[in-house]
């Protein structure tokens, strides 16, 4: 099984493809202007303490107060919160725990108003991103995340991984950590330490305290909403997340992009940095990987099942819901039961898919055919967690209801993806009114003229449709050839399935669009003189 990482950079973020045997399996945007990410350390503001809720409204600098929940306080907030103070009043002078004294640890079942105040000012970490309506959802329970550890300071524990089994590795682990972790700081080990040698997790331990120290500096003179210190960004989070050996390549399109990864992977895996590509192909990258038709065949409502069936999602603002149908595939088997549950096995695996290309949270309810047979509902439910048990985010299965209801839950820290896969008709422009398609050649033609003998414009790029690019390159004498003999200047021409068949673009030898006058800004100019005549 081969793993991909595919970064196509835009001008407002980075499109994050991660493909398994070329199918796309989970798909991130990190936009350049959001502010707000999980793992993100702020020094906030409280605004309002609500006993009710046993929770606290904090102002972090985001237009909806974030939510700090009594729960979210941590058993060691009381010792946080005494350092934050003598950091900035200057009586801590040095970002090593070692001669910090703890205060005794937090009631777990205490009150909000007994802790905190209006306007009090506290260390808070974003655990859960604005979704929909609401806020950020913090926690003063402060953690770092390297590859192999994570630190958590005002603590002396250390964890493992449930996911290592082994006894003596477990151990092992916790033995090494022991002699390498700096005082008052506890350490969880994660999934991935396991087998590795001291030395890798001493640099990722280093890593870690070396980003505490920045925090202490950060803080001696942070202002209240300023952000202390900033998680990685999606994509190198990514790669500290999941890179190991099962990943062939990554690629991006972006020179300073390749930069900044090569330069990542070298800190964090240095063995790693012959998988790092730079991708300098004529065709775009997502259109070369064929991920822009995969993008538009699985974010729409409704999608198909390999092997027949199909997929119905539906999203509310409390739930998600997915039926399962099974097409035409019903009438290919004789028995109903057999036919319920061979569809139902493949709509499993694509509905596991879904959950984490999408990055669906919350509670999601799961529509199966209808099964008569216990086993064959313990068949289904089954492949679902198979397939599931490779997602980092945390979820629970309830078993399936005899009415074909799986209800799952699965941690939701960022708003779901979702791709616009309907398009906006590119010659009406939405208004209803189209010109004959059969003059888009001549429109085409008219601009190419415009651009290269009026304007004087050289190095031209035509952006089409595979139909029209065809059309304009295929032949012995293509059209594209009798331009050049034409006007004397070639014209590249590049194949775009985003388009539609009647719509199309130029860009200067810069790279950059040229305004054109099509034939929806036309329709709509004319539309306009019609009300105007009409008044």
């Not at 969880?188 to 997790?201: C, D, N, P």
């Not at 800190?267 to 790693?272: N, Q, V």
Request: hydrophobic share 40%; proline share 3%.
């Amino acid at each position: 099984m081969s793993n991909e990482l595919i970064i196509n950079s835009a001008q407002d973020g980075e499109r994050i493809a991660l493909l398994q045997d070329k199918r796309l399996i989970e798909y991130h945007f990190d936009r350049n202007d959001t502010n707000y990410s999980v793992g993100d350390i702020f020094l906030g503001t409280v605004k309002k303490v609500m006993p009710g809720l046993n929770a606290a409204f904090i102002d972090i600098g985001y237009q909806k107060d974030a939510f700090l929940h009594y729960g979210d306080l941590g058993e060691n907030f009381l010792s946080l919160n005494k350092w934050v103070k003598g950091v900035q009043s200057q009586k801590i002078t040095v970002g090593p725990l070692k001669t910090f004294q703890f205060e005794e640890p937090l009631d777990k079942v205490g009150k909000i108003d007994n802790v905190l105040k209006k306007g009090q000012q506290l260390l808070v970490q974003i655990v859960k991103e604005p979704i929909s309506t609401k806020g950020p959802r913090l926690s003063t329970d402060i953690s770092m995340a390297g590859r192999y550890l994570v630190l958590v300071p005002f603590s002396n524990t250390i964890s493992v991984s449930k996911k290592i089994v082994s006894r003596t590795e477990r151990d092992r682990l916790k033995r090494l950590i022991a002699s390498i972790k700096p005082d008052n700081f506890g350490v969880i080990i994660r999934t991935v330490a396991e087998g590795r040698e001291v030395a890798e997790l001493d640099k990722d331990m280093q890593s870690m305290t070396a980003n505490w120290e920045q925090l202490f500096q950060t803080l001696r003179t942070a202002k209240e909403r300023d952000k202390v210190l900033g998680e990685l960004g999606r994509t190198s989070s990514m790669l500290r997340d999941m890179l190991n050996e099962s990943f062939d390549a990554i690629t991006v399109d972006s020179a300073p992009m390749y930069e900044e990864m090569r330069a990542y992977l070298e800190k964090i895996a240095p063995d790693k940095l012959g998988l790092l590509k730079h991708y300098t192909g004529k065709v775009k990258m997502f259109e070369q990987f064929n991920i822009e038709k995969q993008l538009k065949t699985l974010f729409g409502k409704t999608v198909t099942v390999p092997g027949g069936g199909y997929l119905v999602i539906e999203h509310t603002e409390a739930l998600h819901v997915i039926d399962v149908n099974s097409g035409n595939k019903s009438n290919q088997e004789s028995d109903q039961e057999a036919n319920a549950l061979h569809v139902n096995l493949s709509a499993a695996r694509e509905v596991a898919r879904q959950l984490r290309l999408r990055d669906m949270g919350g509670i999601i309810v799961v529509d199966f055919i209808d099964m008569k047979s216990a086993e064959s509902r313990k068949k289904v439910e089954d492949a679902v967690k198979d397939i599931m048990k490779h997602d980092k985010a945390r979820f629970t299965i309830l078993p399936i209801t005899k009415f074909g209801l799986l209800q799952i839950t699965r941690q939701r820290v960022r708003p779901a993806e979702n791709i616009i896969t309907g398009e906006l008709c590119p010659t009406c422009g939405g208004t209803g009114k189209i010109s004959a398609s059969i003059l888009v050649t001549d429109e085409i033609e008219n601009s190419i003229e415009d651009l290269l003998v009026t304007q004087n414009q050289s190095g031209i790029t035509l952006q089409v449709h595979p139909f029209l690019y065809a059309y304009y390159t295929k032949g012995l004498v293509s059209k594209q050839m009798k331009w050049y003999l034409k006007y004397y200047k070639w014209v590249k021409v590049t194949k775009d399935t985003s388009l539609g068949l009647t719509d199309y673009r130029i860009e200067d030898e810069r790279g950059e669009d040229i305004e054109l006058h099509s034939p929806a800004a036309a329709m709509a100019r004319l539309q306009d003189r019609e009300i105007e005549i009409i008044d």
